[in-house]
């Protein structure tokens, strides 16, 4: 299995931060925002990492991550020209994938539940990663059923469940196929949600629910947020038994 950590989008939400440098590169606590995505691959034991990310702050992300030889990875580098959705950033790695699966996480999603064992035991299909939250109509919502998704919403108005899909996807390798069938949505990108839902469709779309914190640091209350729970979660792993 290849990974693709997908960095890309215009920050718009945490600007001037971003005018500066890209957002995955932004303190979370003790630690660059992209150092919690990418340790859910390493984690996983994936090894062979695609990072994409828009040409402005390319070189800062490649400096700060180097070749990977230090973490015991190997880390490749592509250019999103546009921010033209999350499905078209994962197209993009058609070519490195290789004909193996994939799996797609965002460099600003925070997760605190360990996602190894789903990823490594993954054989086709596609598996997504649920999260219940409080406002679900934020995000793309899951119904489920005996373990199966049954059905996607993107950012419901009257959400059927509170089963927000996180920004960790795993594909196999069909998915580029798909993808390069898209039309852009009404924003003009191509959405991930419509390759999760493909997969939906044909009943073959698993997913695990996480039981602890998952933060999408794209705002600076979410990103003062992930910080003070990676702090509260340092503190609890050194505190005596």
């Known amino acids: 299995m290849k990974g693709v950590l997908i960095c890309g989008g215009s920050g718009t939400r945490l600007k001037p931060l971003t005018d500066i440098t890209n957002k995955s590169l932004l303190p979370v606590y003790d630690k660059p925002l992209i150092e919690y995505p990418l340790n859910v691959l390493l984690k996983a034991g994936i090894h062979d990492i695609m990072?994409?990310?828009?040409?402005?702050?390319?070189?800062?992300?490649?400096?700060?991550?180097?070749?990977?030889?230090?973490?015991?990875?190997?880390?490749?580098?592509?250019?999103?020209?546009?921010?033209?959705?999350i499905a078209q950033a994962l197209g993009l790695a058609e070519a490195f994938a290789a004909g193996d699966s994939v799996c797609a996480i965002l460099g600003d999603n925070v997760f605190f539940d360990d996602l190894s064992a789903p990823i490594k035991s993954f054989t086709n299909g596609a598996h997504l990663f649920l999260k219940e939250v409080h406002d679900p109509e934020r995000f793309g919502v899951a119904t489920m059923t005996n373990g199966i998704i049954t059905n996607i919403e993107e950012k419901p108005k009257s959400p059927t469940t509170n089963l927000a899909v996180t920004g960790c996807y795993v594909y196999d390798n069909r998915c580029f196929g798909f993808i390069r069938t898209m039309k852009p949505s009404k924003r003009g990108e191509l959405e991930i949600t419509d390759v999760s839902d493909w997969y939906v469709q044909q009943g073959q779309a698993k997913a695990m629910t996480l039981i602890k914190d998952w933060v999408d640091a794209g705002t600076?209350?979410?990103?003062?947020?992930?910080?003070?729970?990676?702090?509260?979660?340092?503190?609890?792993?050194?505190?005596?038994v």
């Open 220 to 240: 600076f209350e979410s990103l003062f947020k992930a910080a003070e729970l990676v702090r509260a979660d340092k503190q609890a792993a050194t505190m005596p």
């Open 51 to 85: 990072v994409i990310t828009g040409a402005e702050h390319m070189d800062q992300i490649a400096a700060y991550l180097g070749s990977g030889a230090s973490r015991g990875c190997h880390f490749s580098f592509c250019v999103q020209d546009k921010p033209k959705g």
